[in-house]
């Protein structure tokens, strides 16, 4: 399975962007799916997930309220939804699917991972 996000850019603070992922195959429609990111320097850290149904969703504190994480009815394309970014919210940010249908937030969980697009935030 392949994964590639897509959507990133510069945006100034305040501002909105919408990430897609997009898979190769169809097997990502039973798994749970997540959102990464990766600022310079700093760890990989967990953004937001969703299970294979698209009816349950986790986020990480900083994204509650902001960001909504959602899937399309085949389940092969995950979007994630920024709003009110704000400069902390600089990463690369990368789309997985887990091994799971459950939605998780652990990254030992994720089976797959797509390369990222940048995002950046400008204060």
């Known amino acids: 399975v392949q994964l590639q996000a897509f959507g990133g850019g510069l945006v100034q603070a305040g501002g909105s962007l919408r990430l897609s992922c997009a898979a190769s195959?169809?097997?990502?429609?039973?798994?749970?799916m997540g959102w990464f990111r990766q600022a310079p320097g700093k760890e990989r850290e967990f953004v937001a997930g969703i299970n294979w149904r698209g009816d349950s969703t986790s986020y990480i504190d900083s994204a509650k309220g902001r960001f909504t994480i959602s899937r399309d009815r085949s389940g092969n394309t995950v979007y994630l939804q920024m709003n009110s970014l704000k400069p902390e919210d600089t990463a690369v940010y990368s789309c997985?699917?887990?091994?799971?249908?459950?939605?998780?937030?652990?990254?030992?969980?994720?089976?797959?991972w797509g390369r990222g697009t940048l995002v950046t935030v400008s204060s």
């Open positions: 997985a699917a887990s091994k799971y249908a459950a939605v998780t937030s652990l990254s030992i969980d994720y089976r797959y």
């Open positions: 195959r169809r097997l990502i429609s039973n798994n749970g």
